[in-house]
Nanobody, 122 residues
C-alpha cells in the first residue's frame, strides 16, 4: 500500500530555515504528482506547493512563494520542502500528499502522510 512518511519538522526561530522530507513507497514515484499541505490549529488544511512527476513544473501558494522551494529526488523516491525566512504564521502540521493527477493533489484528495510539526517562534 502507499506510504508517505514526513520528517524534518521542528522548532525554529522567525527568519530561520527547515527542510522537510517525504519518503514514498508503494507507488511508482515518477508517475505521481507530489505536494505539501499544512494545517494550523483551528484552521482548515491548505495547499502549500506541488511538483510534477518529472520535477519540471512546480506550483506554490501565494503565502509561501519566494520563501519555500519544493523539489524531488526520483532516484530516492523522496520529495523535499526547503522553507526559508520562516514566519510564526507558518506554524502548522505539514502533510505530504501524492496522486497521479495534479488536480487531485491540488484539491487535497490524494494519499496522505501522517504529518510533521513545524513551529516558528517569534
Amino acid at each position: 500500500q502507499v506510504q508517505l512518511v514526513e520528517s524534518g519538522g521542528g522548532l525554529v526561530q522567525t527568519g530561520g530555515s527547515l527542510r522537510l522530507s517525504c519518503a514514498a513507497s508503494g507507488l511508482t514515484f515518477t508517475e505521481n504528482v507530489m505536494g505539501w499541505f499544512r494545517q494550523a490549529p483551528g484552521k482548515e488544511r491548505e495547499f502549500v506547493a506541488s511538483i510534477t512527476g518529472s520535477g519540471v513544473d512546480s506550483y506554490y501558494a501565494d503565502s509561501v512563494q519566494g520563501r519555500f522551494t519544493i523539489s524531488r529526488d526520483n532516484a530516492k523516491d523522496t520529495m523535499y520542502l526547503q522553507m526559508n525566512s520562516l514566519k510564526p504564521e507558518d506554524t502548522a502540521v505539514y502533510y505530504c500528499t501524492a496522486d497521479f493527477s495534479l488536480v487531485v493533489v491540488r484539491a487535497g484528495r490524494g494519499f496522505w502522510g501522517q504529518g510533521t510539526q513545524v513551529t516558528v517562534s517569534s
